[in-house]
Each structure stands twice: as C-alpha cells, then as structure tokens.
C-alpha cells in the first residue's frame, strides 16, 4: 500500500488522554504534513470550525477521534462537523465495540475503525484507505484546473495567421474558403491548402465520432455549435497519418481585418485527459482490489435508488465478509491477505452481471448492489457467489475461505439509503452469528 501521499494531507486527531495523544501525535506527525492534536471534542470542533473558515491555512484532510470524552464525545462532535462538511472522512478509535456504538458510528458516515488499545500500523492502514480517495479527488481537482489554465494559455488570441505552432490552425473568411498552418498540413498528411481542400469541404469531416467527442454535420456554422457548449465539451477527436487517435481541445476567435475571419485552434491535449481519466479512475476505485470503493459505490447507490423509485424493477444488495479473515493475516502475512482480498474480489466480478456494481467496502468488506433484482433472485446470486468463495484454493491457505452474507431488499416509499445498508449489515451480522459461511436473508 503506497503512504507516500500522507505527507500532503493535514490530519485533526482528538483524544483526551494525554499519554496517548502525545506518543499517537508524535508518531503520526513523521507521516502527514501537519497534525494538530486537542483533548476534547469541543475543542475539536473549534480547531475544525477555525480551520474551515480561514481561507489562508490548508484545510484539514481527515478527523482521527477517540469516542468517550468530557465535554462533548467523539460522534457528537463529528455530528456537528458533518453540518460544516458532510465529505470530511473520519476514523474513530476506541475500546468500545458493542452495537449501540457501532449503529451511532454508521449513523455518522464513520469511514474507519481503530481498537485500542492503538496497533500503529492498522492506524496508518486505516489512515491510507479513508484518507486516498479524498487526496485522489483533490488532486483531480487541481490537474482540472491546471488543464483549463493550460488549454487557455496555448488557445490565447493568436498574434498571426500563419505563425510557427505547435497547435493545428484554421481560418476561415466570409466565403468560407480557408488557410491552415504547417503543423495542420502535417498532421494530415498534405502538402499544401489546395490539396486539403481538394479532398474536403470542411475540416470536421475529419472529426470522429465517438461518445463525448463533438462532431457536426453542419458545414457553415459548426463554429458557432461548438461555441454554445461547455468549456470542457469543446473537444474532437482525429486520427493522425500514423493511424492514432488524438484529442483536441477547440478554440474560435474572430477577428475583422477587410473582412470577418474565425481562427479555430485546434490543442492536442491527449497526454493531459489520459492522466485525468487515469486519476478518475483511482479517485472511484480500490488501489488493491480494483473494485469500486465506499465513494463511487454510494453514489451508484444513491442513482440507483431514485431509479427504483421511479421503475420500481427491484432493487437487492448484499454485505459479504470474509470469515476469519484477521486469523489469515496473523498467520500467512498481510501479503496473502491481500491476494486473497484480490482473488475473493475478481470471484464476486465474476459472478455477477456487468450492470451490477462491486465495491470493497472496508477491510475484509464488500458490497454488491443487484439493480432489477428480486430478494429472492438476491439470495440465489449470493449464494452462488459463496460457494464459488468456498470453492476456492490458495496454496499457502490449507483450509476453505469462507463468507458471510447478508442479502436485503429495497423497500420503495420505506428505505433510505442509510436504512437500506443497515438491513444488509444486519443480516450479514445474523449470518455471522448464526455459524458463518452462510447467506442471510434481511427479515423484519
């Protein structure tokens, strides 16, 4: 699991013990780029709320609690943070383990879950799996931004017609004749403007027509189509004399000199989306597993749930954990653990239908949420899905992998989303309780 991009967030660790705080903040401080540490839940707040309101200091990235404090407890205090910013990601750590709190922390969007007293490194592993998605995310953010700045600063107004760019350069006039740079002629493979002009009448002929590309079949005012558009829909795509597709971003100036001319500049920007689609994909995926993580998962799952209750298909999701699963790391290494997390994942991918989403939803966790799906039909996937588990060797492991599944069903006019996942947790737990290796199926 990669750490080093603890060094770029800003951590609040509350705890009001001072020996513990101390020796935590002091080991945590060699990771992350800043940690502020207070004793209380109100003072949290406060640090959190001063934090949030000045725009001259880098904002807190993620909020580490103990539960059981004077003054205000842990999930009071991050209740409260939550209206100030419902994204923040939290990790609680605490010695409690009984149900009341673990419902109070999955009321409050808990995303980690540390037992005192502290093991250090399922602290830093905790820390690494809430905290990445945000610092993805993030990042995105600002490769956008820099990619607009960038895009504005290569398409700014040209000086001439004809200048030596790196960018693809079309004019046209009032009669809509044209001239195009080297760089254009190059890209197409012609000698000169006649010859392009010979072979077509106008250059988004060219443009090729894929999913989130403009194209246009209006010859004299596609300039002014594309123009109504989103900045960042301004973007064809064309193939070069090597066979490659390439994006550009397109941008259209007029200028009158005798006459009306349009410049339209054409900016390769194909390295720079890649790298965005890339950060996107990390931003919505598990680094280990490759499934979706908690994020993506609950925004498929809030999309899926307004479809329902407008279809009303059926809507079925289910919580498998693995059994055991901290007696295989204690005793084959974190490293088997992980090949048997990424086994385990690509038997769930394996087993379900391709409009079906997976994701891990922490540690030895997964969801599945079944879209035009009967509880029954639930049940049956889940069970299929167990015995595939079960069925499944691992040469260093002697004896079967197992799981426990909880399986529910989406009550329309009835379940939230939050009501929704504590049916299926609910069930997992009975299936838990009642002997492991086994689907349970959420009863009232």
């Given at each position: 699991?990669?750490?080093?991009?603890?060094?770029?967030?800003?951590?609040?660790?509350?705890?009001?013990?001072?020996?513990?705080?101390?020796?935590?903040?002091?080991?945590?401080?060699?990771?992350?780029?800043?940690l502020v540490a207070v004793k209380d839940g109100k003072e949290g707040l406060d640090a959190f709320t001063k934090n949030y309101n000045d725009e001259?200091?880098?904002?807190?990235?993620?909020?580490?609690?103990?539960?059981?404090?004077?003054?205000?407890?842990?999930?009071?205090?991050?209740?409260?943070?939550?209206?100030?910013?419902?994204?923040?990601?939290?990790?609680?750590?605490?010695?409690?383990?009984?149900?009341?709190?673990?419902?109070?922390?999955?009321?409050?969007?808990?995303?980690?879950?540390?037992?005192?007293?502290?093991?250090?490194?399922?602290?830093?592993?905790?820390?690494?799996?809430?905290?990445?998605?945000?610092?993805?995310?993030?990042?995105?953010?600002?490769?956008?931004?820099?990619?607009?700045?960038?895009?504005?600063?290569?398409?700014?107004?040209?000086?001439?017609?004809?200048?030596?760019?790196?960018?693809?350069?079309?004019?046209?006039?009032?009669?809509?004749?044209?001239?195009?740079?080297?760089?254009?002629?190059?890209?197409?493979?012609?000698?000169?403007?006649?010859?392009?002009?010979?072979?077509?009448?106008?250059?988004?002929?060219?443009?090729?027509?894929?999913?989130?590309?403009?194209?246009?079949?209006?010859?004299?005012?596609?300039?002014?189509?594309?123009?109504?558009?989103?900045?960042?829909?301004?973007?064809?795509?064309?193939?070069?004399?090597?066979?490659?597709?390439?994006?550009?971003?397109?941008?259209?100036?007029?200028?009158?000199?005798?006459?009306?001319?349009?410049?339209?500049?054409?900016?390769?920007?194909?390295?720079?989306?890649?790298?965005?689609?890339?950060?996107?994909?990390?931003?919505?995926?598990?680094?280990?597993?490759?499934?979706?993580?908690?994020?993506?998962?609950?925004?498929?799952?809030?999309?899926?749930?307004?479809?329902?209750?407008?279809?009303?298909?059926?809507?079925?999701?289910?919580?498998?954990?693995?059994?055991?699963?901290?007696?295989?790391?204690?005793?084959?290494?974190?490293?088997?653990?992980?090949?048997?997390?990424?086994?385990?994942?690509?038997?769930?991918?394996?087993?379900?239908?391709?409009?079906?989403?997976?994701?891990?939803?922490?540690?030895?966790?997964?969801?599945?949420?079944?879209?035009?799906?009967?509880?029954?039909?639930?049940?049956?996937?889940?069970?299929?899905?167990?015995?595939?588990?079960?069925?499944?060797?691992?040469?260093?492991?002697?004896?079967?992998?197992?799981?426990?599944?909880?399986?529910?069903?989406f009550e329309i006019d009835k379940d939230s989303i939050d009501s929704f996942i504590k049916k299926v947790d609910i069930s997992m737990y009975d299936a838990k309780n009642s002997g492991k290796n086994k689907v349970v199926k959420y009863e009232k």
């Amino acid at each position: 699991m990669n750490k080093n991009f603890l060094k770029d967030i800003n951590v609040l660790y509350v705890e009001d013990e001072d020996s513990i705080r101390e020796l935590t903040a002091s080991f945590l401080s060699g990771f992350v780029r800043q940690l502020v540490a207070v004793k209380d839940g109100k003072e949290g707040l406060d640090a959190f709320t001063k934090n949030y309101n000045d725009e001259d200091v880098e904002k807190f990235d993620l909020i580490i609690t103990d539960i059981n404090m004077p003054k205000m407890n842990g999930l009071q205090m991050l209740e409260e943070i939550s209206k100030i910013n419902h994204l923040i990601p939290s990790i609680v750590t605490t010695a409690h383990n009984d149900s009341a709190f673990l419902k109070q922390a999955i009321n409050q969007r808990v995303r980690g879950y540390v037992s005192k007293p502290l093991n250090m490194h399922n602290l830093i592993e905790s820390i690494v799996l809430v905290s990445e998605p945000k610092y993805l995310r993030d990042k995105l953010e600002k490769l956008n931004k820099k990619l607009e700045l960038e895009i504005e600063k290569k398409t700014y107004e040209l000086k001439s017609i004809l200048d030596s760019q790196d960018n693809l350069i079309l004019v046209l006039n009032d009669d809509s004749t044209f001239e195009v740079n080297k760089t254009l002629l190059d890209f197409f493979g012609y000698k000169d403007v006649e010859e392009f002009e010979i072979k077509h009448n106008c250059i988004t002929e060219l443009f090729i027509a894929e999913k989130n590309y403009f194209t246009s079949n209006d010859t004299l005012s596609w300039t002014d189509e594309i123009m109504k558009l989103e900045d960042n829909k301004r973007v064809v795509l064309m193939r070069n004399t090597q066979n490659k597709n390439i994006i550009f971003r397109v941008n259209v100036r007029s200028f009158v000199f005798n006459s009306k001319h349009i410049v339209i500049s054409f900016t390769d920007i194909t390295d720079l989306k890649h790298y965005t689609y890339e950060l996107q994909y990390q931003a919505t995926h598990d680094h280990l597993t490759r499934l979706y993580n908690r994020q993506k998962f609950n925004y498929e799952l809030e999309k899926e749930i307004k479809r329902e209750n407008r279809y009303r298909h059926g809507l079925c999701l289910m919580m498998l954990d693995i059994d055991n699963f901290k007696n295989i790391n204690d005793t084959y290494g974190h490293d088997i653990g992980d090949i048997v997390l990424k086994d385990i994942s690509n038997i769930i991918i394996n087993s379900i239908r391709v409009t079906d989403y997976a994701c891990r939803w922490g540690g030895e966790e997964f969801m599945v949420l079944l879209s035009e799906t009967t509880v029954e039909n639930g049940v049956k996937i889940s069970e299929t899905i167990r015995k595939n588990i079960e069925e499944y060797k691992n040469s260093t492991i002697p004896d079967p992998i197992t799981v426990s599944i909880g399986v529910a069903q989406f009550e329309i006019d009835k379940d939230s989303i939050d009501s929704f996942i504590k049916k299926v947790d609910i069930s997992m737990y009975d299936a838990k309780n009642s002997g492991k290796n086994k689907v349970v199926k959420y009863e009232k």
